[in-house]
């Protein structure tokens, strides 16, 4: 009799999200086990438990996801788990705090797929402004551009320290070349988003981050993104349905939560049946979301 597929779900917080949950057993594994307020000294631990007591079948049948809110702290556990195998006790870990990498990983897919499509350019070179940069989608988001060949630029809300440091974290980490700025105000938004090309609204739900008026001094603008699906929208104009939509007054296009939330579904799906298939161990971040997105969109 084989092995039954157990998952072990690792989280700093409280409790494991339930959509994690629902996914794992939905994606064909036979048990998702939480394990919450872990912290990044619990991983090595609890790997090793998982991977020395199933034998060499058993291993191929385990595998380890890692939640949580912070994205940062999300790869240290990773790192962690990784350095805690013993070939061939080895089993594959994946992470995903918040689902904000795949949700990242979608957010990036759609809009690149809609430079293409809607303006034949690519979104290396581009200037990216990352509204809501001191959350993981954003962070995660301005990552994946900044890998791209994009110039990224984080813009957080309460002052230039947060969001420096996370740049600051992004660039040393990732070899890339994130910047860094203060939206506090309006008028700051309102020059942000002049200069930018792309848009990536990653604010919190329900919050109006950019107005019709502020998207109508953005000659460059292509792309809007806005991940909210809580009305009111993140960037008014964008509806959450939309798909390489016109933006009223403006000759960007909109990419709506609904369309970025579908491929994140299958992104998400995608790399835990990844883990089920393969024979080798793997190790999956936002860079590997991103890699399947891009198949998603096309």
Known sequence: MAHPRILHMLTPLKHMSPFDVNMALDAGYDAAIPYTSVTVEDVSGLVQDAIFSRGPDGVKRTAVFIAGK???????????????????????VFADPAGSFTTAAANVACATKALRDKFATELKGKQVAVFG???????????IAGLEGAQATLIGY?????????????????????????????????ELVREADVVFAAGPAGRRLLSAEQLKHAKKLKVVTDVNAVPPAGVEGVGVKDDGTPIPGTDAVGIGALTVGNVKYRTEAGLFNMMIESEKPLYLDFRDA?????KIVG
């Open 70 to 92: 912070r994205a940062i702290e999300a790869l240290d556990m990773m790192a962690r788990a990784k350095k805690a195998m013993v070939p061939p006790f080895e089993i594959s």
């Open 133 to 143: 940069g001191t959350g993981v989608v954003g962070f995660a988001s301005a990552v």
């Open 290 to 294: 991103y890699a399947l997105a891009q």
């Open 158 to 190: 309460d002052g230039p320290d947060r969001v420096r440091k996370l740049a600051e974290e992004a660039n040393q980490r990732f070899a890339v070349n994130i910047g860094y700025a203060d939206g506090s105000t309006e008028e700051q938004k309102t």
